[in-house]
């Protein structure tokens, strides 16, 4: 007979440390050192799985017990106030109990218990326990340890990111900036300088001459980090005369000797600032620092040497004449990081001259042979840089096209890339410009086949072989990457202008391409190239091929170079990640969400409408109280016209053919073969074919309109779609017409994972704002997985028909509900839903 089996001890993690602990808060035989130790090995298991997610909050009296039974210990007083301050802001209760012990420990006899006391009390962050965390803080800013007053500064700190209520009540503010003044203790004065930098802010400080004179004297005494706050300072302070700026350049003139690259940088910011309205000092300056930049950019340390060049390479562009004669210290080195490679060459490319060009040419002509492949087309791309902005480009045209007898596809590639921007500034070199042996059929590269496809196509009258160079890659149009459809299809198109007999059937084949391509931009360049040639050929040409009596438009600049407005605006942030990322700060710095902005300018529909529709979920006190599936009203106006509207305005889908009395001067022998060859790009049928590939967009017929009456075209016009852009609906209305109305179509979507992520991003502005170009405009988004909400309406202009949509994404599933409601007659809903389910083809994935 078996034995009864008693009660079963608890196992796991949890209850093995819990037995562990009760059994350290009792002596025994071991002695006290064996007892110190398993206390913190058993300390260290709790701080391990508590960073591993693990709750253990049930073991805080048994933690509390083991330290204090050895109150000497400062390793396991830190244990315990991280256990403390991890779990205070999720159990208040527990950080209450412990309200007593820290209290206990700020007056304890060792500074460094006191300071981390303080430091631990200050970090409970709970707003209902401010009370018992003033007391202490102010007694620790007249502590006698130094320690201790560093830590009660910050403390005042973020007392004042709770409530700067309570810290301007209490005094707290004035007895810091007493510190700040009185204070012996560079770290405290420190600590001081920074929380009054965020409280008061830079420029108030600043104004203080003799704060300012205080600080610049004792500099020497404060750590790397505090003489860059002091250094940030002073770069915002206004000398009141020519004389005190050379007496703080001269006070501050050792700072730019010191080993560490931040603080050299923040006295040259200080230098470069005081000097702006002096143009003679100014330069004197630049010439000044170039030596400490130089010595800088020299050292092992890839990532500060990185920071460093980014600033050389703002300065070198300001003033690339005071830096032009030392273009050899920006040299790349064998062993430098391929980043600063990079940046060494943009540098080089900026730094070109006459006096140098050739030189750093050569250079760079040495990196071409490298054996990483992205810095052999960086040195390209920088000698194709530099040919735009050097008066002797032919020298430089030269070494571009030895680039293509390189035999190395990486370095072909490039240089196309690079010939193809050169070609746009400089058209007249189109005249005499030799590929070779080049094909774009055997150029693997997506960039570079797309810019040989250009220059094919805009210089195809000084290249014979041109339509017949581009027909292999038309014979795959659908293999072919979009960049490359697109080039096609522009290179067809100026080559039918250029020598229609032989281009005829390429840009046929092309525009069937496009038209029946699955990507929007190549489908909608096609569609756009065809209704231009349908409409009038002399009007497509100027706008494709452009005006064949004018000269070629020279390219004066590209979009990928900063304009001096923008960099006026990083130099004004010099010294921040604003020079390394070559952007402004407010382009990568979001003060407040995205809706949060918005919030106060309407009212999210609420959650009448969230529940009245299908596919929600709960009554509105549920969807309110939800605040993952809360929708937020997006109230953006400035969206683009609708693209069926722009359509319709601009191109007519008339059966007329055009006529070769419309095409003027150069252009009129192209015009009969353009109208013939028009006639019958895909087939027999005239112009069916290609309108029967335009799929709805815009809600135009599907077929040709010829076998249509005058009755039934005039009805077709009356009923033609046309959404009205700008149009507001006010939440209100929205939920008294979403209840009113039946569903008039109901469809569900499956979506991949990248659609769903893309749905999600930037706060699901991005999907809104596309939907917005076609005029359809956002009532509310939002949510979060599982589930995302939105609601769109818009209206026909010509009948004041609504449409309102709902759109319920399933996370788990990957699919999208969509429930369209209208009081629109069935042809204008039929084509609103042809355009609404155009519009998120655009944006799937």
């Known amino acids: 007979m078996s034995k009864p089996r008693g009660p079963t001890k608890p196992r796991g993690e949890y209850a093995e440390l819990s037995a562990q602990l009760q059994g350290l808060c009792m002596t025994g035989k071991r002695s006290n050192i064996e007892l110190r130790q398993a206390k913190k090995e058993a300390f260290k298991k709790v701080i391990n799985y508590m960073t ?45 109990l412990t309200i007593n012990q820290l209290h206990k420990d700020c007056q304890d006899q060792d500074p460094t218990v006191r300071g981390l006391a303080l430091r631990s009390l200050c970090s409970l962050r709970i707003p209902n326990l401010l009370e018992y965390v003033v007391t202490p803080v102010s007694a620790g800013l007249d502590d006698r340890h130094p320690y201790v007053r560093r830590t009660a500064v910050m403390g005042v700190l973020k007392i004042w990111h709770m409530s700067p209520d309570v810290v301007e009540a209490q005094g707290l503010l004035q007895h810091v900036q007493q510190l700040l003044g009185q204070d012996g203790d560079p770290q405290v004065a420190a600590n001081c300088l920074t929380l009054l930098m965020q409280v008061q802010g830079v420029k108030r400080l600043a104004s203080n001459k003799a704060l300012m004179y205080s600080l610049i004297n004792r500099i020497k005494e404060f750590s790397d980090w505090a003489q860059c706050q002091v250094l940030e300072l002073v770069a915002h302070y206004t000398p009141g005369s020519d004389a005190e700026v050379y007496d703080l350049l001269n006070a501050l003139e050792d700072r730019l000797g010191v080993n560490n690259s931040a603080v050299v940088l923040a006295t040259i910011k200080v230098f470069l600032y005081m000097t702006l309205s002096m143009t003679a000092t100014h330069q004197q300056v630049l010439e000044r620092v170039k030596e400490q930049l130089k010595s800088l950019i020299s050292r092992e340390d890839p990532a500060a040497v990185y920071a460093v060049l980014c600033h050389a390479r703002l300065l070198v ?19 430098d990081s391929w980043y600063v490679k990079q940046l060494k060459m943009e540098i080089l490319t900026l730094l070109a001259s006459a006096s140098n060009v050739y030189d750093i040419v050569g250079e760079l002509t040495e990196y071409t042979r490298d054996i990483s492949a992205d810095t052999a087309r960086q040195a390209v791309k920088a000698v194709g840089r530099i040919a735009l902005s050097v008066a002797d480009v032919n ?21 196309l890339v690079q010939l193809k921007d050169l070609l746009r500034r400089y058209p007249d070199l189109g005249e005499v410009f030799s590929m070779g042996d080049i094909r774009p059929s055997g150029v693997a590269d997506p960039e570079a086949r797309a810019a040989l496809v250009w220059i ?3 210089f195809g009258q000084h290249i014979d072989t041109a339509p017949y160079l581009l027909q292999p890659l038309v014979e795959a149009f659908g293999s072919e990457p979009q960049p490359v459809k697109l080039a096609l299809l522009t290179a067809a198109a100026k080559l039918f202008f250029k020598k229609p007999g032989e281009s005829r059937k390429l840009l046929g084949a092309c525009l069937a391409g496009g038209l029946n391509d699955s990507d929007q931009d190549v489908h909608d360049r096609a569609l756009l190239y065809y209704r231009l040639l349908k409409q009038d050929v002399s009007t497509a040409q100027l706008v494709i091929a452009g005006d064949p009596n004018e000269p070629q438009q020279a390219m004066p600049f590209f979009t990928d170079e900063l304009p001096q407005e ?46 009245d529709a299908p596919g929600s979920a709960g009554s509105s006190g549920a969807a309110a109280a939800d605040g993952g599936d809360a929708l937020l009203v997006d109230t953006s106006t400035n969206l683009l016209d609708s693209v069926q509207q722009q359509e319709a305005n601009l191109l007519d889908l008339g059966d007329d053919e055009p006529s070769s009395a419309s095409l003027a001067g150069g ?6 073969a353009a109208a013939a060859g028009l006639g019958g790009l895909l087939d027999d049928d005239g112009l069916g074919g290609l309108d029967s590939l335009m799929g709805g967009l815009g809600g135009l017929s599907g077929g040709s ?9 005039q009805q077709q016009q ?14 209100g209305v929205f939920q008294e017409r979403w209840r009113a109305l039946a569903p008039a179509e109901q469809y569900v979507d499956s979506l991949n994972m990248a659609t769903l992520a893309a749905l999600a991003a930037n706060d699901h502005k991005d999907f809104c704002g596309h939907v917005g170009q076609a005029n359809v405009y956002t009532m509310a988004c939002g949510g979060a997985a599982p589930m995302f909400k939105y609601y769109f309406y818009a209206q026909d202009g010509p009948s004041q028909c609504l449409f309102l949509v709902e759109m319920v994404v399933a996370t788990a599933s990957r699919h999208a509900t969509v429930t369209i409601k209208s009081d629109a007659p069935q042809p204008l809903l039929a084509q609103f839903v042809a355009v609404w389910k155009t519009v998120l083809l655009g944006f799937y994935r």
């Open 52 to 96: 591993l997610g693990m709750d253990m909050a049930g073991l805080f009296p048994m933690m509390t017990s083991c330290a204090n039974l050895s109150p000497d210990d400062v390793v396991l007083k830190k244990m315990l106030y991280l256990y403390i301050t991890h779990y205070a802001a999720s159990t208040p209760d527990l950080a209450l």
């Open 317 to 335: 562009a300001r003033a690339p004449m005071i830096f032009e004669g030392d273009y050899m210290a920006f040299y790349c080195r064998s062993h």
């Open 705 to 713: 309109s010829s076998s249509n009456g005058p009755g039934q075209q």
């Open 667 to 672: 252009a009129a022998a192209a015009a009969p």
């Open 456 to 458: 094919l196509g805009h």
């Open 566 to 611: 923008a960099q006026q605006a990083i130099f004004d942030e010099f010294n921040t990640l604003s020079v390394v990322y070559q952007q402004p700060a407010s382009s990568f710095v979001q003060s407040a969400q995205y809706h949060a902005q918005h919030a106060d300018e309407y009212d999210a529909p609420g959650g009448a409408a969230a529940a």
């Open 395 to 415: 020298g430089i045209v030269e070494r571009l096209l030895l680039f293509l007898e390189s035999g190395y596809d990486h370095i072909v590639a490039e240089t």
């Open 718 to 731: 009356q009923q033609q779609l046309q959404l009205s852009p700008g149009f507001k609906l006010m939440p």
